[in-house]
């Protein structure tokens, strides 16, 4: 036996008709896989964002790269993904078919009590806002838990910005509520509309436990955006949650351009940072705003991804500031602007990773970067498509679905061409090909090198009579992992007459 296994193609082998297993879903014509994620076995993917890696990886931390596409204003499917550093899937999930249109975002990993989660958000777009729910997946990517705003605000939906889970099984999320306000005094419509944000802390039966909302605390003055308008006001438009150290809450508002710290117990505002209403010293910086994203590091100091829609000229960065809670003094220690030639109005993170780096998305740039402390380039991508959030975490997962397999070949019954992928599948590193005359007597013809998301291997010199393929993904020294689907040679009587037998 013969084998060969060439680098990722450019699309399927043009000398051989595209024939498949018919009991797994069809290949109809030569399938393209492209810089587009397009792929033999999934032909499903053919609409996903393009990946390509401007900066190759060069000292980045362990791990994959997490995000999500919200499909909006591009032609896009919105999807989710989970790559390596070379920009190659490991995962896609896609939502091609849903109409309205339903976002996903902040998809990412999320540890409880030392148990790896994904959750994500995935929800509509009405007036302004998006509604939806959170979804949260085990590390065999099944359904484990959905989270939903309560306490009579149901209709309104979870909100996509962010989404946290606590080791006490309880969880943070908010939406923005609908308020009928009279905008007259201020130039806007008597039967005006204000966005509130209310944020909910939920128990793991999904009662409210600790509820928070931004009219009670924060002057409707206090945005920048315009109250003359006849659409909703979205004044505060909340777009970052974090649990300090203290218990207590930060929250990243952007269009009042300000963090808040609010105490858990009474829901009074602690401080604010930012904005109108700044009660800080900011040392060494120019103010940030319309940001994302507030996280407070181990070392006592915070990160945010400032967007920088107030400065001129309009910059956004990553920047960390040491912050004296007790005087009032905010301090920037570290940024990152790619000198100054990035700018996103609008989404977009910073991510302090365990060695130092940071990485995150530039929101409307679909660009991800990670950077090191330094503030060089440690990995750059153009991810195709819009993604609020990027992420980079430490990843196991053994899907439950089967690997898939699909099957090409011409006249000549010794040779046939496979391509195999396991959607998911963290760890993989070669997979077994089997093949033979019947279902029950397949033997391992190979062992290829896993090169991707998908592989592709050509067979030549295979025995008479082979009918039948099936491929088993290799994780280490483990060659017991899952079957993929069986694929008949259908050229053939006697081909064609043991898949018949197969199927009975």
């Known amino acids: 036996l013969v084998t060969s296994t060439p680098a990722p193609v450019a699309g399927a082998p043009t000398s051989v008709p595209p024939t498949v297993n018919p009991t797994r879903p069809a290949v109809s ?7 587009k994620s397009r792929y033999v076995t999934y032909p499903e993917f053919a609409n996903v964002a393009p990946i390509t890696v401007t900066s190759p990886a060069s000292g980045t931390a362990p791990g994959y790269i997490f995000y999500a596409t919200l499909g909006r204003n591009t032609t896009y499917d919105t999807a989710m993904f989970i790559i390596d550093n070379f920009g190659e899937p490991v995962y896609i999930r896609n939502f091609p078919n849903i109409r309205p249109l339903q976002i996903t975002a902040d998809f990412k990993k999320q540890t409880v009590n030392g148990q790896d989660f994904l ?3 995935l929800g509509g777009r009405p007036d302004m806002v998006t509604t939806g729910k959170f979804y949260v997946l085990d ?11 309560r306490g009579g605000f149901e209709q309104s939906g979870v909100d996509l910005h962010d989404f946290k889970l606590l080791d006490n099984g309880h969880a943070i999320l908010f939406s923005y509520v609908g308020v009928p306000y009279d905008l007259s005094p201020y130039g806007g419509p008597v039967k005006g509309t204000v966005l509130d944000v209310v944020i909910q802390e939920q128990d793991a039966a999904r009662n409210v436990i600790f509820q928070w909302r931004g009219l009670d605390h924060i002057p409707l003055t206090d945005t920048y955006i315009a109250l003359t308008t006849t659409t909703p006001v979205d004044y505060m438009h909340t777009n970052g949650v974090d649990v300090d150290t203290d218990g207590n809450w930060l929250v990243s ?4 351009a300000e963090i808040v710290k609010i105490n858990r117990s009474t829901g009074k505002l602690m401080w604010r940072l930012g904005g109108k209403k700044n009660e800080f010293i900011i040392n060494d910086d120019t103010v940030f705003s319309f940001q994302h994203d507030i996280r407070r590091l181990p070392n006592g100091h915070v990160t945010l991804f400032d967007n920088g829609n107030l400065r001129e000229p309009n910059t956004s960065r990553f920047v960390e500031y040491a912050i004296d809670e007790v005087n009032k003094v905010l301090t920037r220690t570290w940024q990152f602007t790619d000198n100054n030639k990035r700018y996103t109005p609008a989404n977009g993170n910073a991510q302090r990773l365990p060695n130092g780096n940071t990485i995150g998305s530039w929101g409307r740039m679909a660009k991800v970067t990670e950077v090191t402390p330094k503030g060089d380039i440690a990995l750059d991508i153009d991810i195709g498509a819009v993604s609020y959030r990027a992420f980079r975490f430490p990843w196991e ?20 061409t496979l391509f195999f992928s396991w959607n998911g599948a963290t760890g993989i590193t070669a997979y077994d090909v089997y093949a033979g005359s019947t279902l029950t007597g397949t033997t391992l013809v190979t062992t290829t090198a896993r090169t991707g998301f998908e592989t592709r291997v050509a067979l030549a010199g295979l025995p008479a009579g082979t009918c ?6 290799v994780r280490g020294t483990n060659h017991s992992l899952l079957l993929s689907n069986s694929v008949f040679r259908l050229d053939s009587a006697a081909c064609r007459a043991v898949s018949d037998s197969a199927r009975r």
Do not use: C, M
């Open 29 to 35: 014509g030569p399938v393209s896989q492209t810089t």
């Open 119 to 121: 959750t994500y958000h």
């Open 139 to 149: 590390q065999s990517y099944a359904l484990k838990g959905i989270w939903d705003i």
């Open 253 to 256: 508002n952007r269009n009042t």
């Open 397 to 416: 997962a053994t899907p439950t679905e089967a690997p898939r397999l699909a099957a090409f070949y011409a006249t000549d019954p010794t040779t046939a």
């Open 468 to 473: 039948v393929f099936q491929v088993r993904p």
